[in-house]
């Protein structure tokens, strides 16, 4: 019988999703129960910032993120400053995300234009206080240049870089998001990352419903797995997955300026 959890803090999910649809309020309800304290819902849209904002209303132990991911640079509409302005302004909302580059795909929006939107956005929550949640997907030294020049506070999430990348992003101020990935049987450099990591630095995530760890690979991901990462990780750092957990959770609470709860 598997151990019992506590204090698994998952800092990046996209509940909103419609693979949770045939089951979301049964699965929320129930996440607590299995050790889960809490849960950033990170929007990717207007309409799946408002998702996220509309779940952490309904769930005590949510918060939300809000902003546009890379993926849909060519869909921003007219005033999107101002709409997510608005949306920044809600009481649930602890950070401006998903937020980033993303050069994987050729039928992503222009380098440029990727570029441009991930600044406003870094300034936008610089003009709020708050910190930024960001992808990175194959645009490292554009991603970096951008963390230089502009000084925001945040997470890079689902962290793919190399140990000397997590190093640089560390002496920025940022977090290092690890997620069910480290536990691949290819994950050569997150396993090296994740051995460099400093205590303080390090936070978990799922990025649900994708990236399920082993030895649910290719399954729906949820919060409740997170566990298999903090043992993964406790593995790879010889610790012990609870204090991995627990640490991860501070982490998270002083990354999204949330209490700190025992």
Known sequence: MRAMWRNVFDSHAHYDEAAFDADRNELLAALPERGVCHVVDCGSDLPSSRKAIALAEQYGYFSAAAGFHPENANDVPPGWERDLEALLSSPQVVAVGEIGLDYHFKENAPREVQRDLFKRQILLAQKHGLPVIIHDRDAHGDTMELLRHYHPAGVIHCFSGSVEMAAEAIRLGMYIGIGGSVTFKNARVPV??????????????????????????????????????????????????????????????????LPQNE
């Not at 903090?230 to 999204?256: H, S, T, W």
């Open 192 to 257: 090296e990352v994740v051995k460099s990591l400093p205590r303080d630095r390090l936070v978990l995530e799922t990025d649900c419903p994708y990236l399920a760890p082993v030895p649910f690979r290719g399954k729906r991901n949820d919060s409740s797995l997170i566990p298999h990462v903090a043992e993964k990780i406790a593995e790879i750092r010889g610790e012990n997955p609870q204090e991995i957990l627990d640490y991860a959770k501070k982490n998270a609470e002083a990354l999204f300026h």
